[in-house]
């Protein structure tokens, strides 16, 4: 068996490192993993990209920018189970063992903030599993996180009773089939390739079994762009005593 790991590293159009959306994907192959394998998954992510590209926004879906899929692997001693890396990293960060680049030609508006995101939970049989026990959370360790974003216009609606600003649902539809699709792609290779969600607390991958997403909208985990200006005022002197 095989553990891959494939890390989606979204440019954005600033062209700076620390701007860059990053997305940890974790796979399983059914046997050991080979380059054809690795080059597969790195395909078939980018084409999970580019399916969703028109709902995001344009400093990132731009057509010149050059993304990229970072593949790497790593032997484990059985499917989705157990690792005995004591780091907890799977496999390890360093140089990947195959790189995909990609672009995409999304044609969304984009007056949405730059940091605007869907999330995409990936489930590992954790409704199974208990929420908490004791000092633990086991259904935690069997979820992931994709986040989406920045997300254009078109993929928010609003709500014309309360005004409040949703995921329209056709785009969570779009998400939905372009995840299916990826899933079923990659099942269907000759050396099976499942999806899982990594737990560093044991140590695990494990086979997503669901895919849920709200109508929420979220907020990309990263730095953020810094500001290009800073505007201050001047208010007067002070009025009151120390």
């Known amino acids: 068996m095989s553990l891959i790991r494939a890390q989606a590293v979204i440019k954005r159009r600033s062209l700076i490192p620390r701007d860059n959306i990053t997305n940890t994907w974790h796979l399983n192959a059914g046997n050991e993993s080979t ?14 990209y580019q399916a969703i590209s028109g709902y995001l926004h ?4 731009d057509a010149a920018l050059i993304h990229e899929i970072k593949v790497t692997r790593r032997a484990a001693t059985s499917a989705f189970g157990n690792v005995t890396e004591p780091s907890g990293v799977i496999p390890p960060s360093g140089p990947a063992d195959h790189v995909k680049t990609f672009t995409m030609s999304g044609s969304g508006t984009g007056l949405l903030p730059a940091e605007v995101a869907a999330v995409l939970t990936l489930e590992a049989g954790s ?17 992931g996180r994709i986040f989406i974003g920045p997300l254009g216009n078109s993929a928010m609606i609003q709500d014309g009773t309360t005004l409040e600003v949703h995921l329209d649902p056709t785009f969570r539809t779009q998400i939905f089939n372009a995840f299916q699709a990826l899933s079923n792609g990659l099942t269907a290779l000759a050396n099976p390739i499942q999806i899982g969600v990594y737990s560093p607390a044991l140590f695990q991958v494990n086979g997503v079994t669901h895919v849920s997403m709200d109508n929420a909208p979220d907020i990309i985990r990263s730095r953020g762009v810094r500001a290009t200006n800073r505007v201050r005022q001047t208010v007067g002197a002070a009025v009151l005593a120390a």
């Open 35 to 48: 380059t054809d394998d690795l080059v597969e998954v790195g395909a078939r992510l980018a084409t999970f």
């Open 127 to 143: 409704t199974t599993f208990s929420e908490e026990v004791g000092a633990t959370r086991p259904a935690a360790r069997h979820r």
């Open 58 to 61: 344009p400093v990132i879906s």
